[in-house]
């Protein structure tokens, strides 16, 4: 069993993540923090979950969302999808195994993966909307969002949600006001196999190893973790019995990136369409200063009255 | 004959200079809307497009407001380019001509636009503007309805929507490039501002630019007055 994160102190704590220790703030830069924190990191292991949605409920009571009362679709999904009021979400899905001819029970908490390289940031015109402390956790800073919903086209793992309240955008924030008092997510705090564990992104990595070897000695031995490097790893990973083929868990992508249109999009054509509108204008500017303005002579106004002089005999 | 190009509420006022009326008070009110908004578009559309034009949002009253204005924005310049569309297409389809006007383009940059053939109601390089604005603005419409959040972002995957933005990044770019060609050209070329303000140019600018123009207007009035008699612009 992984130590079970320490109940609160009693004793007030300042917070200790601030503005300074930001390591990327949207549409804008900082200053290399003094000290970076130890990075941290939220461990699932789908092996070991129950689906009870005991995490679901937490994050509700936690941040105080009101979603609302839903219909029932047929599925164990509830509410169906992620909403700017449901910041995780329990996705259940059957998978005939083909090679034991056994049915499998996937359950995957989906929600924020807290990327290294986070495309919702990239993608976020707001300065200051999004941000990345340097302990991994990456926060949406709601006074700052403009709700164009750009980071829902930057996200590899669709998880943004735009409110119809506020017109803000909506995700997990790993319960960064919790971590900055030194507690774990609510999500964490809450379930009941520890399927979601918390600590430093090492400690994680090492527990991780133990749990995928047991996995492994129980027949699974395409057991693994789920840290995408395409992203530049997430600070929340998974532990999955079928880490070789993701996608079975409810679409968790196989090899996430940060789209290449978000990357062209974001990168050349910001800086290549600025230049192309500066040279354009600098030309016309230099025309007009080499050869000046385009007049219209004495002689032509002559020319148009001749012609007109020409013909307008018997007209008035 | 190129009898298009000729409207029957364009009139030839003669005098010292002659006066030739060359739009209509519905044209230009349509026009300038047009060029408002294609203005505001601009200015909200790059704040959200580079970090360093974000301060553009403070015009509109910050960032949430841009981001709820500018669509609206795009809904009004798409009906009222489409009004000028109407009114100004068949003026700018590509006549004969047209291709040697461009052949001799550099000379009509160094102002010696004596030796490009006559121009119509419309030389080459404006009938470009007109069909590169009209394709552009299609474009930009339809990929702006896809980014659309508010209203549109159930009707297509995000995959479609990150075509569409990047796609609208570049057709946005590509029409204020094809705006800054406009707005240059009708500082450089003397006295055609007039035409779009108070709806009328001299005969010298006529004459200057759009001689073919001008020699079938007058070929028009002398073929009596008709019954358009002599309006002035609406």
């Known amino acids: 069993m992984f130590p079970p994160l320490p109940n609160p102190s009693t004793t007030e704590t300042a917070p200790r993540l601030s503005e300074k220790d930001l390591i990327r703030r949207s549409a804008s830069t900082v200053p290399a923090p003094e000290q970076r924190l130890t990075e941290v990191a939220k461990l699932i292991d789908v092996s070991k979950c129950i689906g009870c949605k005991a995490c679901q409920t937490a994050c509700i009571e936690w941040n105080d969302t009101h979603p609302e009362v839903g219909a029932f679709a047929g599925a164990f999904e509830n509410p169906p999808d992620l909403t700017p009021d449901m910041f995780t979400l329990m996705r259940y899905s059957e998978w005939d195994n083909p090679e034991t001819n056994e049915l499998e029970w996937l359950i995957r908490k989906d929600g924020c993966m807290h990327c290294a390289d986070p495309g919702c940031l990239k993608a976020c015109p707001a300065p200051g909307a999004i941000v990345q402390y340097s302990n991994g956790i990456v926060d949406f800073v709601h006074e700052n969002c403009i709700g164009c919903g750009y980071c829902i086209k930057g996200c590899p793992f669709n998880i943004p949600r735009i409110s119809k309240v506020d017109h803000t955008a909506y995700k997990c924030t790993l319960c960064s006001d919790r971590v900055a008092v030194g507690q774990g997510p609510a999500c964490a705090k809450a379930c009941p196999t520890q399927a979601i564990v918390f600590g430093t992104k090492d400690e994680m990595k090492g527990w991780a190893a133990k749990r995928v070897e047991d996995l492994k000695s129980r027949g699974f031995l395409n057991a693994g973790l789920y840290d995408p490097p395409g992203v530049g790893g997430t600070h929340v990973m998974y532990v999955l019995h079928h880490a070789d083929q993701p996608e079975i868990y409810s679409g968790l992508p196989k090899d996430p990136r940060i789209s290449p249109l978000v990357e062209a999009w974001k990168g050349v054509t910001k800086y290549a369409g600025l230049t192309v509108l500066g040279v354009a204008a600098g030309v016309g500017l230099l025309h007009h200063l080499i050869m000046g303005p385009n007049r219209v002579s004495e002689a032509d106004e002559e020319h148009a009255e001749e012609l007109t002089e020409g013909d307008s005999h018997g007209r008035r | ?234």
């Open chain 2, 1 to 234: 004959m190129a009898a298009d190009d000729v409207k029957p509420n364009e009139q030839i006022h003669p005098g010292k200079p002659v006066i030739v009326d060359r739009y209509t008070v519905g044209a230009r009110i349509n026009h300038w809307i047009t060029a408002a908004s294609l203005i505001l578009l601009a200015l909200s559309g790059l704040a959200m497009f580079h970090p360093s034009l974000f301060f553009l949002s403070r015009l509109f009253g910050g960032g949430q407001f841009t981001r709820f204005i500018h669509p609206w924005i795009g809904v009004v310049l798409f009906f009222s380019f489409l009004g000028l569309f109407l009114r100004f297409w068949k003026a700018n389809l590509w006549r004969r001509g047209d291709g040697t006007w461009l052949a001799r383009f550099r000379d009509v940059l160094a102002n010696h636009e004596d030796n490009a053939p006559e121009v119509g109601k419309y030389n080459a390089g404006q009938k470009l503007v007109f069909w590169s604005m009209s394709v552009l603005i299609v474009i930009l419409i339809s990929s702006g309805l896809v980014a659309w959040d508010q209203y549109f972002s159930q009707y297509t995957t995000i995959d479609q929507k990150r075509v569409a933005i990047l796609v609208h990044s570049i057709a946005a770019v590509a029409i204020i490039g094809v705006w800054i060609v406009h707005f240059y050209s009708a500082i450089w070329v003397r006295g055609t501002i007039p035409a779009m303000t108070r709806g009328r140019v001299t005969g010298g600018w006529a004459w200057r630019h759009h001689r073919k123009w001008l020699r079938e207007l007058v070929a028009k009035s002398s073929k009596g007055a008709g019954p358009s008699g002599s309006k002035p612009a609406e």
